[in-house]
């Protein structure tokens, strides 16, 4: 195994091909083989995949080489291999959500943003391991840096396989920190809309759950976002994600805040010093980077952050409970133990109970809607630290705590509802941590554009 | 046929019952039984229900009969005989939500409404018709005072099961004008709650519609309404619906303002009339009546009105569009005609003309809010006259528009989400016509105070 360097890795990206597309020196069928070598050469160790449709994207993949031939893609995307993570209905291939429950089933529907990549021309390739209903019991998928290494959760298997290089962009769902953490620790960029910013299509059972895009380049990544955003819309009732048509520019910042989050104190030395070469190198570039000590605002927001690792915890917990219910009632053993230990807490809770988190939840987002005249944006590590050891449960004993990582970084920006963008600007130990950039509700966009100025100004960080 | 009246029609009351359940005198099996006798009497002519699971509900109500007997009901409507309108789920009987592509559907799940009803020792007696998936396409269900005419909808079941005697109260679902619509027409009272404040479980992917109450009192309505909220809470994200665990007394408005909306001027003139003589006797008690010329805020929200019955089936038109789009993909025999020509609407659309329908969405909310210290509630027609007559559509013609009825005095409260009640005062040509109270926002026991008043103090008019 390799030390993971963010400045000698190459990942895979599919903006760069298309114009080899156009050219008729390379086709999205051939980009399709190349995927699936990679595929056939890693899988077997990362094991990201739960389905592949090889055939219907072999047949995708000709019918885009069609169009690109004639002059005639579809969107930018056109022939892009896309994985989606098994929580997202698709059509052609079972949705079994990583939960015994949900083995064989198999709806023959199309999500609303599978249903967009396809009308962009997308491939779908097949579906991504996902931790048991994208919660914490965690599914086959190893780091692709480090088989002895969690991927991170819940999008194990979409983050794997961008990292892996076996697709170029994947589609991810996060609750608490399940695209945001997955993305760090396998040095992937992602973007975590605003809230309701990309349709999900049925997956409306719960207030923060958000449909993420996991890429090799961030070109790609706003590509794909923005072209499931033109189609499919936001949710029910809620605003689409919009934005430029093509990536954002890349913007320099002028302030930057610092957000510690709870997470802050139980950061390693190592990774605490790699995030703080980053600021030292923002500051070298003439961002004023505030720090919580420096401005009273940013401070207020940052007290608020106190508990919201628990607060979101309590609110998915509540809302996923009848769905929980129903399944341990047809049978006892239909979730894992982790999962009835989340069942059994959301018991123990009453609407008012939830209410309140409710009301704790609008504070944070009134403390975060404050600081927009103060900062253009926030920065924190995207994870704490790089990818945990997992070694699986040891039978007998009670499942071990957080098996795909902390999302302790993440739940700030779940629960407010704001977009992050994750970026590999670091490898600790020989591992990636993602840098991430999380802005006002609504503007991914903006978040999208200094992230790409960090991405392209911003030497990496090895420590 | 006996001409209606709503001073001569005596509705099925639950709440009355149950002091001779705690003096022994009846018990909820017997109440049970009553309903089956009523039942199978009026059901070959109504056709309210879709399937009926009496073994279950004999089981229910015996466990009822012995909680009551031992002076422990687990609630006010333990052993309350409730329909279940066949869009939500319920883990003993199917959901086919009348459209052939679930058929059969059976999931085998409790609504988190439903679930909630369970624990409250409610009797779930069976699934209701409902118009195919809460469209415009009809069910079997006759109006129970006269078999030649619509129930209304989409929750035609519902409304007509409660209204011929079978049942003291069930569940149904409102998007357009769906449980006050079919109430207006059968002489029921109905809670369509606010948006948000009954959690509809698995049914999240539109957003407006609600989970609300058809009883044949507004006790019972209340009683149900707040059992629910007390256990399953609201939506994900919203706050519950919340209020006295008692049906809240009776309240005499100060100033009531009279909603038109654009069905005013389709008003028949017996309908405007009746509606007239409920305004004068209003005005009798001392109820200061404002009507749109009289001030200039409601003559702003009235002028936001118009056009919001487009916008509304534009909105959920553009919600279910992928819903609708997997279903025909399925099958193209899967929906009706009425529903393909919704989906062929929505399919015109982009995501940005809905992003315009959700501006002027949020335009007649805040023109409704801004009501709040105008008057203490709205009051309008619950529908445009009584319930229209339906004789099916003619084979190789096209689907007759609206036959379950006209939706337009509904939509204001739907798009708005605000609370509404309708209340049977008034006969017009010998069937029911209801008249509603409409809250702001989260004011649903406020509104339930209002109508209770109305109903209690107001002499019926028969037109």
Aim: proline share 9%.
């Amino acid at each position: 195994m390799t030390a993971y360097s963010p400045r000698d890795f190459h990942p895979l990206r599919f903006q760069l091909a298309t114009t080899a597309f156009a050219g008729g020196t390379d086709t999205p069928r051939a980009f399709l083989e190349r995927c699936l070598a990679t595929l056939a050469e890693r899988e077997p160790v990362v094991r990201a995949w739960v389905v592949l449709n090889e055939a219907a994207a072999r047949d995708a993949a000709d019918a885009s080489t069609a169009r690109w031939a004639a002059g005639r893609p579809l969107s930018p995307i056109d022939g892009m291999p896309v994985g989606i993570k098994d929580l997202l209905e698709t059509r052609d291939m079972p949705t079994q959500m990583g939960c015994p429950a949900y083995r064989g089933n198999f709806p023959k529907r199309d999500n609303a943003a599978v249903w967009a990549l396809r009308e962009a021309g997308a491939v779908i390739l097949g579906k991504t391991v996902t931790t048991e209903l994208g919660g914490a019991h965690p599914g086959p998928t190893t780091n692709p840096f480090d088989q002895t290494r969690t991927p991170g959760g819940s999008s194990s298997g979409s983050a794997a396989a961008v990292a892996a290089r076996m697709v170029p962009a994947a589609l991810g769902t996060q609750v608490g920190g399940s695209v945001i953490r997955p993305s760090s620790y396998c040095g992937n960029v992602a973007l975590k809309p605003t809230q309701g910013g990309i349709n999900r299509g049925e997956r409306q059972a719960t207030s923060m759950s958000t449909t993420g895009i996991h890429a090799g380049s961030i070109e790609d990544m706003w590509l794909v976002a923005i072209e499931i955003g033109k189609r499919a819309g936001g949710d029910p009732g809620r605003p689409p994600l919009s934005g430029p048509p093509v990536p954002p520019s890349a913007r320099r910042p002028m302030v930057l805040g610092v957000m510690e989050t709870e997470g802050w104190a139980a950061l390693d030395d190592a990774s605490r010093s790699a995030f703080e070469q980053v600021v030292e190198r923002l500051r070298a570039q003439g961002v004023t980077v505030l720090r919580r000590a420096e401005h009273p605002m940013l401070e207020a927001f940052e007290a608020s952050l106190m508990g919201v690792q628990a607060m979101t915890s309590a609110i998915t917990g509540w809302e996923n409970h009848w769905l929980f219910r129903n399944l341990v009632a047809q049978n006892p053993d239909a979730i894992s133990a982790r999962s009835k230990a989340v069942l059994a807490m959301a018991e123990r809770m009453t609407p008012e109970d939830y209410r309140l988190h409710l009301l704790r939840r609008e504070e944070v987002r009134a403390r975060h809607a404050a600081l927009a005249p103060v900062v253009d944006a926030l920065i924190a590590p995207a994870s704490p630290g790089p990818a945990p050891a997992w070694s699986g449960d040891v039978p007998g004993q009670p499942p071990k705590p957080r098996p795909t990582g902390d999302a302790v970084f993440n739940t700030p920006s779940s629960g407010i509802g704001a977009p992050a963008v994750t970026i590999p600007l670091c490898a600790v130990g020989g591992l990636p941590m993602g840098i991430q950039v999380m802005a006002q509700v609504q503007m991914d966009a903006h978040a999208t554009a200094i992230a790409r100025w960090m991405l392209e100004t911003i030497d990496p960080v090895v420590a």
